[in-house]
């Protein structure tokens, strides 16, 4: 389960991409220096994939070692062909990131961490894997009981991971699609659009569309809500919204230091939206 160098360049490639798609066709307008942006997101993303290569990868690949040894997780118990299995196990495995991404936002230890993903103030493929390395590690423990739980195949684990990699630094991306094309898109896969709204500085819209790679959680949970215009949009987290928040330093430490009122701006007000127009249409995807 160890990422191959393939797999390695090949999310680059993808990442890449988006990067030169979105200076062509940027989504929402950028409302801080790019420069400065990258050298905060490359840091923390730097620190958070040597988190995953020490940590993640190991564990889940000594666990399914375990398993495949001892097997006793949900696929193996199911007498199912080969295909229907992975596309079993594939489901589960997106269903279960959904529920770590949501108590990431729930319990209030694990957002001290995750908050530092959030209070990027603007958003794009670089905010893709912006992540604490803190956070990182702790999802070694998801990784674990994913696949002891799920008991997924090697090739079922990498597929998902590929997906998993591609699909979020898609949906981070700040490319303007064609709003007819990524409402089509968007009954299969979670897309700019949609994440952008999760990345709100208002605290309703920020929890809600957790999912990854398919949006249909959010339906099934009933978090969804797509009705948010993003020229409406203003991203990060109001607590954590001055200039000097969003240095290198800062965004390593701020987990550890006290806590701020996360929903109120540096003036103690609150950031609120009218959520009575355009309420009929919430599972429509706003432009």
Do not use: K
């Not at 070692?65 to 199912?80: K, N, S, V």
């Not at 303007?176 to 409402?183: A, G, K, S, T």
Request: net charge positive.
């Amino acid at each position: 389960m160890e990422p191959s160098s393939r797999t390695i360049l090949l999310v680059a490639a993808v990442g890449l991409s988006f990067f030169v798609l979105e200076r062509v066709f940027p989504l929402r307008r950028e409302t801080r220096s790019l420069v400065g942006r990258l050298i905060v997101n490359l840091g923390v993303s730097a620190l958070a994939f040597g988190a995953a290569l020490a940590l993640v990868s190991p564990a889940a690949r000594h666990v399914s070692g375990w398993t495949e040894a001892d097997p006793w997780g949900l696929l193996h118990r199911l007498t199912l062909p080969a295909p229907l299995e992975a596309a079993v196990g594939f489901l589960l495995m997106d269903l279960s990131f959904y529920y770590w991404h949501r108590l990431n936002h729930r319990v209030s230890f694990l957002w001290r961490f995750h908050n530092v993903h959030h209070f990027d103030p603007d958003l794009d493929v670089s905010t893709a894997f912006r992540f604490h390395f803190v956070e990182i590690a702790l999802s070694a423990g998801l990784r674990v009981v994913q696949v002891v739980l799920i008991a997924p195949s090697g090739w079922t684990f990498a597929a998902y991971e590929l997906a998993f990699q591609a699909n979020t630094l898609f949906h981070h991306s700040n490319v303007r699609l064609p709003i007819r094309l990524e409402r089509v898109l968007n009954r299969i896969l979670v897309t700019p659009r949609m994440h952008g709204i999760h990345h709100s500085q208002v605290e309703r819209e920020t929890n809600s569309n957790y999912s990854v790679v398919f949006p249909w959680w959010d339906r099934l949970h009933r978090t969804l809500g797509l009705n948010v215009p993003q020229s409406s949009l203003v991203i990060g987290v109001p607590g954590y919204s001055e200039p000097e928040d969003n240095r290198l330093w800062q965004a390593f430490a701020a987990p550890f230091r006290r806590q701020r009122e996360y929903w109120r701006t540096p003036d103690a007000a609150p950031v609120t939206r009218d959520t009575t127009a355009g309420a009929e249409e919430r599972h429509r995807l706003a432009e």
